[in-house]
């Protein structure tokens, strides 16, 4: 009940206890802290699939795994990706002809 009504929580926990002091749980870190995102995949313009990735992943390297994608290829057979708009942890966008 502290993290959802601190002030009332603890005067109730005054009347009723002998004034223990009663803390805030601690924060772990590494639960904070995702090392695989799902980028949104588009092909001109339009949302085609997701692929989860690492966060570090370069522009390349990500247009070589959706190539790889068995979903994504039906859209890029007979392609050629004239354009690619990459942002970082969030989406891709490739432009083709």
């Known amino acids: ?3 959802i009504t601190p002030h009332l929580a603890s005067e109730c ?3 009723i206890s002998d004034n223990k002091n009663y803390t805030w749980p601690t ?3 590494k639960y904070l802290h995702n090392k695989i995102f799902d980028i949104v995949v588009q092909i001109n313009g339009k949302k085609r ?3 989860s990735t690492d966060k570090s992943i ?3 390297n990500l247009i070589e795994e959706i190539k790889k994608t ?3 290829q039906k859209f890029l057979i007979g ?3 004239i354009k690619s708009i990459f942002i970082k942890d969030k989406l891709i966008n490739l432009i083709t002809k």
């Open 1 to 3: 009940m502290i993290p």
């Open 13 to 15: 926990l005054n009347e």
């Open 27 to 29: 924060i772990n870190d």
């Open 49 to 51: 699939g997701l692929i």
């Open 58 to 60: 370069e522009e390349k």
């Open 70 to 72: 068995k979903e994504l």
């Open 79 to 81: 392609a050629d990706i």
